[in-house]
């Protein structure tokens, strides 16, 4: 199977554990996609739920779905959320951001009862950074300062998009992307990098996620 296979086959598992009624946090990725087309035809079929989604580009896409959608202020505590990862370690930690939709990810993710993640077996990797930067969404205003903090501590970012058209997030953000030989301390290194000012939120989500389903050529493993 190639590298789409395993991700539906991922996703498309984890739809199984959504029941009728549920209040359900949609993330963002290329891997959540096909969730979202599955929970899509579950809906047709009569499944009632309703859908938090985690950026405006799930929003496009679970709307064209049909999925009945409302927001984290409407249901605070949401039962069960299915989202991507960037990157995941055998501890369940994750580097999640690499579609620029982070801060409104954890949100949902600190609001959530179970977080299901979905990824091919090439997330996995033997520690966080070796092989995704880290992404960190700081504020327009001084970014070149903020910058040059964030440095400090992982020795070099860029300006997603680059200076001449950066990337902006749905918040209005720019976003940084870290390079890390490893991230040993990944729960010391969040807070380090969210203590800067400037800094709105990064990428690590440390004892977040309850399961992390992995489609592999040989069918689905598991993260518990």
Not at 16 to 25: F, K, L, S, Y
Not at 74 to 87: F, K, M, N, Q, S
Request: charged content about 25%; some cysteine.
């Amino acid at each position: 199977m190639n590298i789409e296979q395993l991700k539906k086959i991922a996703a498309e598992k984890a739809t199984e554990e959504i029941r009728e009624a549920m209040v359900v946090g949609l993330g963002t990725g290329s891997t959540v996609y096909y969730a979202l087309l599955k929970i899509g035809e579950m809906v047709r079929d009569g499944l009632n739920i309703i859908g938090i989604p985690t950026s405006s580009s799930t929003e496009k896409i679970a709307t064209e779905q049909g999925i009945p959608l409302s927001t984290v202020a409407a249901h605070p505590i949401i039962e069960l959320t299915i989202d991507g990862a960037d990157e995941v370690d055998a501890h369940l930690n994750l580097i999640k951001g690499g579609g620029a939709a982070l801060v409104r990810e954890k949100i949902i993710a600190n609001a959530s009862r179970r977080i299901l993640i979905v990824v091919d077996e090439s997330k996995v990797s033997r520690g966080l950074g070796t092989s995704f930067a880290l992404p960190v969404e700081i504020v327009q205003f001084g970014w070149e300062a903020t910058k040059r903090v964030v440095d400090q501590i992982c020795g070099q970012s860029e300006l997603r998009g680059g200076i001449q058209k950066p990337l902006i997030t749905d918040n209005g953000n720019y976003i940084l992307d870290c390079h890390f030989d490893e991230i040993p301390e990944p729960e010391k290194v969040e807070l380090q990098l969210n203590n800067i000012p400037g800094v709105v939120e990064n990428g690590i989500f440390v004892n977040r996620a309850d399961k992390i389903i992995i489609g592999t050529p040989s069918g689905i493993r598991y993260l518990e």
